[in-house]
């Protein structure tokens, strides 16, 4: 087996692993019941922002960095940050990550918003179906 072959190989099964423990955490999830996150406008963000997206809630707030998740990531921060009063630490908590890392976030959602149409687009559906969810879910605990 030559050199490439073999890390060939070693991504592959890499790859078989991760997908299994993304598996895994969904499940564990969906079992809970519960989010990461103790903020209830939040955890309805994230949890509308990964469905949008189509990624498991709990990527949101793992350290993975690929630009899908980070870009739902940076999404669901800047999503907070515009429909909660809550402060830049305790929605930067909801995602593990820092205040500086929210800053970043909105920063760079304002500048995809500005320059990718698209983006823009699926930015604002996006923070319209997390408005109606906020709105549904204060709703049913109003109930």
Known sequence: MTLS????????AFQ???????????????????TLCPIEEIATIQATVA????IPVHLLSAEVRTDHI???????????REL????NGSIADCFRRTRTALDHAM??????????AKFAREFAECLELCRVAIRDRKQEVAA
């Open 5 to 12: 072959q073999k890390i060939h190989a070693t991504r592959m």
């Open 16 to 34: 078989r692993w991760q997908n299994l423990a993304n598996e895994v955490m969904t499940e564990i999830d969906a079992l809970a019941g519960k």
């Open 51 to 54: 469905r949008y997206c189509s």
């Open 70 to 80: 980070a870009h739902a990531r940076q999404m669901a921060m800047t999503i907070s």
């Open 84 to 87: 909660t009063r809550h402060t």
């Open 107 to 116: 920063r760079a959602v304002r500048n995809r918003v500005q320059t990718d």
